[in-house]
Each structure stands twice: as C-alpha cells, then as structure tokens.
C-alpha cells in the first residue's frame, strides 16, 4: 500500500517561480550550466550546479560546491525568495506542450515503499552518479529535485484534480521553451485525506524518471535512520519530493537510434537483410516515414525513408524481449552491424523524439525511427522486476 503524503513545501515567493525555475542538474555539461546561470541571481540551477559559482579549477564534487550550495539556498530563504507552507499540503503541477497537458500530484513518497518494491524501478543505477545527488540532499537537508512517478489512475484524484483546477493558480507562466506551467495548492481537509487514501490502496507506484535522484534520497534517508535509531516515522528524512502522474495523461515519445556507419556492408545488402526478416516498403515520397504501430519502425538511409514491420512470427511472453527497442537490437544492430553493447559502443547514437526525425536525416550512416514504448510497456517490465533497455524512453 503506498504511502503518498502531503507536505510543507518550500517554494518560490509569488511572483518569483519563472525565474527561479529551472532544467534538471542533469541535461547541462559545467560549461553550458555556467552560461545558463551567468547574471542571474534567482535560477535554481545555481544551487543544483553550485560548481558554476565557484572558479573553474574547483572540481564538481568539491566539499566546497555543496557547501556553496547550502550557502545559497539558506541566502534565498533569509531573503524571502522562497517561502515555507505553514500548512501540510499536495500540490497539482500542470505542463502543458503544443496544447497538451498533463498534471501530476505533487507529494512525498515513503523510502520505505522504495525499499520494499511497492515504487517499482526500471533501470539500474551508477554508485558513482548517486553520489553527487546524496551529498547535495544530505548536506542541503532540502530534497531539492522531484522523482517522476507514475501510478495507473484513479477516479478519486481525477476528480480532485478536475475540481482544483477550475480554480485560479498560484503560478501560471511560460518558460523559455514555450511550455506553460501552472502550480496549484490542494489544502482542503477532505480533499488531502481522499488523496492519501486513494494511494494508500494502489500496490505499485512506478519511477518513470529519476531513478539516480530516487536512490540517492533513499541513501540519504537511510543515514540519517542510522544517526538517529529513535527517528520519527514522521521525519522528512523518511520521504522523498515526488510529482505523481496518471498512466492516461503521460505521453513517452520515441527514442530513436543512429549507427554512425553500415560495418563492412552496403545499402542493398542491408535492405536484403531486412527484407528477408519481415516487411520492407520504400517510402516515396520524401517526408519522413513515422512509424505507425508497435512493430514498425522507420529505416533512412542513403537518402531514402523505408517502412520495416517485424516479422510476426516472433512471438515471447518475456516483456523486455517483446519490445521494439529490443527487436532492433537483438535482430539487426547485433548480428547485422556489430553493435553488442549500446551503452558503451560509440558507433550508435540516440536521439530523443522531440527533436524530430529530421534530425536523423542529418546524420550519416543509417537512422531508425521507433514508435513509441507505451507507458503499459514498462508497467509491465517493471512489476516483472525487469530493466528496460538503454534509451528506451523519452
């Protein structure tokens, strides 16, 4: 049963959340986090990539970066750029991209729920990338970036949110990438009980993103358990920041793959190959081929879109194996041009769905365009206690 619950939130003063509002840590090499936050005194991603505030011969995970970092989130809150809610509260957060939205729950979530496989994971994680995060949580005492949680719906919170929503927002306001973002405080008694007890009656809450975050809460907390043997079930050490999204309203988009070069073979001997092992078509005309089910993917190359559906034969019950990313890999990228390892073969490449599939035509070799892995796809993967493959998701 998992335990979902409201909290005090510290958050920007009104007025102030555009500014500070931020990118995840992550998406920014030192360099390009260090333009983005040169001048600007609000953006959040100077506390998240404190190193940016320090000269450049200071290592990233120099003591001093997360000192600074406590440093400059203690400075906004004595200066009242954020603020902290007397009341424990969830949250409704709204993003909305070329007219469509989705909206999540904002809460805390149970580490002990993460433990026991009631939030259930998809992918491993780096002991080396946790680190970062667990002393950024540890020495902040903030939990300071949201871990994407996704639950498979329920009619009580969709209700809830349908009622908050038609009231006005504490925050409303564009970012620079034209997504609109609105916030939403749920404080009313019943409404927050009814929340908590619809969670409390799911079995599986699922990390959609942020597996590295999650873990390096779950780190922190168990730390600070271990500090403290009479901890309180109630202290925020016990819960990490969570934004909780229905099944209904997410949308992954493709992830698609570019091999740098054909490994030793030709553009007739590669469509044989594919040809022999389900269906090719060549595309006529000259607008990329987007692919129309699982089962489909787009193949460019040498100019040329071709639609390819997989041989429908094959048929597994194993959820990983089913999937198209996987099919591609074991299929053809493997026997075909080479590629055993994606993760660390530098012949391949990925390129997420929202830069179009244009964006493979510019690249040489040979590109495929996937349809998207559904959200039920990694449901499935993940309550069989499965990884999904490198790059599955966008």
Same mark, same amino acid.
């Given at each position: 049963?998992?335990?979902? #619950? &409201?909290?005090? =939130? ?39 990539? +404190? ?30 750029? $954020? ?6 509260? *969830?949250?409704?957060?709204?993003? %909305? ?16 729920? *993460? ?19 667990? #002393? ?5 005492? +903030? ?11 329920? !009619? ?9 929503? =038609? ?5 409303? /306001? ?22 908590? @007890?619809? $969670?409390?009656?799911?079995? @599986?809450?699922?990390? =959609? ?7 390096? =809460? ?6 600070? #358990? ?6 309180? &079930?109630? +202290?925020? /050490? ?35 190959? !594919? ?17 129309? @089910? ?13 639609? /390819? *559906?997989?041989?429908?034969? !094959? ?5 990983? #194996? ?9 299929? $053809? ?16 490449? /990925? ?12 690249? %040489? ?7 998207? %892995?559904?959200?039920?796809?990694? !449901? ?12 599955? %998701?966008?």
């Amino acid at each position: 049963m998992a335990d979902i #619950r &409201p909290f005090k =939130a510290v958050r920007p003063k009104n007025g102030l959340e555009k500014w500070i509002a931020a990118l995840p840590y992550d998406v920014y090499s030192r360099k390009e986090a260090s333009e983005k936050v040169k001048g600007d005194d609000l953006s959040f991603l100077r506390i998240d990539r +404190a190193e940016t505030q320090l000269d450049d011969s200071v290592d990233t995970y120099d003591d001093r970066v997360y000192e600074k970092a406590r440093e400059l989130f203690e400075e906004m809150l004595a200066k009242g750029e $954020f603020t902290e809610d007397e009341k424990e509260s *969830y949250y409704l957060y709204e993003l %909305t991209m070329n007219g469509r939205s989705q909206t999540g729950i904002v809460a805390v979530a149970s580490i002990d729920d *993460y433990l026991n496989n009631t939030i259930k994971k998809h992918e491993n994680t780096r002991a080396d990338k946790e680190v970062d995060r667990i #002393r950024h949580v540890d020495t902040l005492s +903030a939990q300071t970036g949201p871990i994407f949680l996704a639950y498979r719906g329920s !009619f009580v919170i969709d209700e809830i949110i349908e009622k908050v929503k =038609a009231g006005e927002p504490y925050f409303d /306001f564009y970012s620079d990438d034209l997504i609109r973002h609105r916030g939403f405080l749920i404080s009313d008694p019943e409404d927050i009980a009814e929340i908590r @007890s619809a $969670f409390s009656e799911m079995d @599986s809450i699922y990390i =959609a993103d942020g597996h590295h975050r999650c873990a390096s =809460a779950v780190k922190v907390g168990l730390k600070r #358990r271990e500090a403290d043997p009479d901890y309180s &079930p109630d +202290a925020g /050490f016990n819960y990490f920041l969570s934004v909780l999204f229905p099944e209904r309203e997410l949308m992954i988009m493709d992830y698609n793959r570019v091999v740098k070069d054909l490994n030793g073979h030709d553009k007739k001997e590669i469509l044989d190959y !594919f040809s022999q092992r389900g269906t090719l078509l060549r595309v006529k005309d000259k607008e990329p081929y987007h692919p129309k @089910s699982k089962g489909n993917i787009g193949i460019y190359i040498d100019g040329e879109w071709y639609s /390819f *559906y997989f041989d429908n034969s !094959f048929a597994t019950d194993d959820p990983v #194996r089913s999937l198209d990313v996987s099919r591609l890999q074991d299929e $053809f990228l493997e026997p075909l041009f080479g590629i055993e390892d994606p993760r660390t073969d530098n012949r391949i490449d /990925f390129v997420g769905g929202i830069r179009g599939l244009r964006e493979l035509e510019r690249r %040489t070799g040979i590109a495929f365009a996937m349809y998207p %892995t559904s959200i039920r796809e990694l !449901f499935k993967v993940a309550d069989e206690g499965m990884l999904m493959p490198p790059k599955s %998701t966008w």
